[in-house]
């Protein structure tokens, strides 16, 4: 009784959680491949019948024969009128066959997640992989080891290569989403935060001192190591039911 319990909670869960993406905003990624030329072009969807303002994220992570990640990130605000598609930006990269190449396009409305798309290319063991994926979002997508960057000064900015290092020497690959923001405080301060949806993990007053904000990026990175790690005991106790 309690394990049937267990998965019309888990359901219910799941049902309402997938009300949120791809439904009022519908994200798109459209490729063309030509030889080791990618052509991608972002686009979304109002799927609603209002006005909508919002923003978008759009990243690509390259993975080498060496595990070394390196990252690139644009972002910009903007508008759908009802029922009208948009193109949001095109690009171009190169692919070489030994690296992985993954594009992730987020849409967000007043900092919700509302729309996303992915795309991988040179994913090896694929299979295996979705067998060890501890996470994966209701329309299949895998948002595993994700780390968003929405910093306004260069303190915030240093803090955040100091953290996006540190997740990613520390191999984290965490199964939600990580986002790095700074927001104004008083004066010409401004605050640092950890989330982790919308959960702050840790938050501190941002200073232009490289070994404040490298201390506060490892106090940061224990607290995200365990919050992933205290998800991960959760899920395997209400499995056991």
């Given at each position: 009784m309690?394990?049937?319990?267990?998965?019309?909670?888990?359901?219910?869960?799941?049902?309402?959680?997938?009300?949120?993406?791809?439904?009022?905003?519908i994200a798109k990624l459209k490729t063309e491949r030509i030889d080791d030329i990618i052509s991608v072009n972002a686009e979304a969807t109002n799927a609603t019948e209002v006005y909508k303002s919002l923003k978008y994220t759009f990243s690509i992570f390259r993975?080498?024969?060496?595990?070394t990640v390196s990252k690139s990130n644009q972002e910009e605000r903007f508008t759908l009128e009802a029922n009208e598609q948009k193109s949001l930006t095109n690009t171009t990269i190169g692919v070489d066959e030994?690296?992985?190449?993954?594009?992730?396009?987020l849409v967000y409305e007043e900092d919700k997640i509302v729309g996303k798309a992915r795309i991988a290319f040179n994913e090896k063991d694929q299979k295996k992989e979705k067998e060890e994926e501890e996470y994966v979002e209701d329309d299949g997508i895998v948002l595993k080891g994700i780390v968003i960057?929405?910093?306004?000064?260069?303190?915030?900015?240093?803090?955040?290569?100091?953290?996006?290092?540190?997740?990613?020497l520390n191999?984290?690959?965490?199964?939600?989403?990580?986002?790095?923001?700074e927001k104004l405080s008083f004066g010409r301060s401004t605050i640092i935060q950890v989330k982790i949806e919308d959960k702050v993990i840790h938050e501190f007053?941002?200073?232009?001192?490289?070994?404040?904000?490298?201390?506060?990026?490892?106090?940061?990175?224990?607290r995200v190591y365990k919050y992933f790690k205290d998800l991960k005991k959760q899920k395997r106790d209400i499995f056991q039911y």
């Open positions: 309690r394990f049937k319990l267990a998965v019309i909670f888990l359901f219910i869960f799941q049902f309402a959680s997938s009300q949120f993406t791809n439904t009022d905003v993975t080498d024969t060496t595990k030994k690296d992985k190449i993954v594009m992730l396009l960057e929405e910093t306004k000064t260069k303190p915030g900015k240093d803090f955040y290569d100091f953290f996006y290092t540190s997740y990613t191999r984290i690959n965490g199964s939600k989403i990580v986002g790095v923001y007053l941002g200073k232009p001192d490289i070994e404040y904000l490298e201390q506060m990026s490892k106090v940061s990175i224990r």
